[in-house]
């Protein structure tokens, strides 16, 4: 049984833990560049084309995250950030982020049905009081 859950709404995923509401996740809602995801400008062009991979089609992106340095400043009002910034020292914090992914699929992404992607994972003792999960992802592309 899972202990965290995710559900999405039109501009955020909400997210419980055993059964208890804990806050939400807010959606990027402004335009965006599909490659980099960056916020587009007035007249609707990625001001960062420099920075475009040839290797990205389309990047999609759950909201804004604020990286370990400005973390503290907005972890009370930012519930994703958070999450992410945990997940980096606790491998449990993964799991309210893993299924965010899924609610989006399922909902707003709906195009990444259509990908072959194999998910698979593991709870491995990593000691008397520790569990790691591991994760294993194989994609094949469509022809």
Not at 12 to 30: E, S
Not at 38 to 62: A, F, Q
């Amino acid at each position: 049984m899972l202990n965290w859950s995710a559900s999405y709404h039109r501009n955020k995923i909400d997210i419980g833990h055993k059964g208890y509401f804990k806050g939400n996740y807010k959606l990027i809602t402004d335009p965006a560049c599909e490659i980099c995801s960056y916020p587009l400008d007035s007249e609707g062009s990625c001001v960062r084309t420099d920075t475009h991979s040839k290797y990205v089609v389309k990047t999609y992106t759950i909201g804004l995250y604020h990286d370990t340095s400005s973390y503290h400043a907005t972890s009370q009002s930012d519930f994703l950030s958070k999450h992410i910034y945990n997940a980096k020292l606790y491998v449990h914090q993964a799991e309210p982020l893993g299924l965010a992914i899924a609610e989006l699929i399922k909902n707003r992404d709906k195009d990444l049905q259509k990908s072959d992607i194999l998910a698979r994972y593991l709870s491995t003792p990593i000691s008397s009081t520790m569990t790691q999960t591991h994760k294993s992802l194989s994609i094949k592309r469509r022809k």
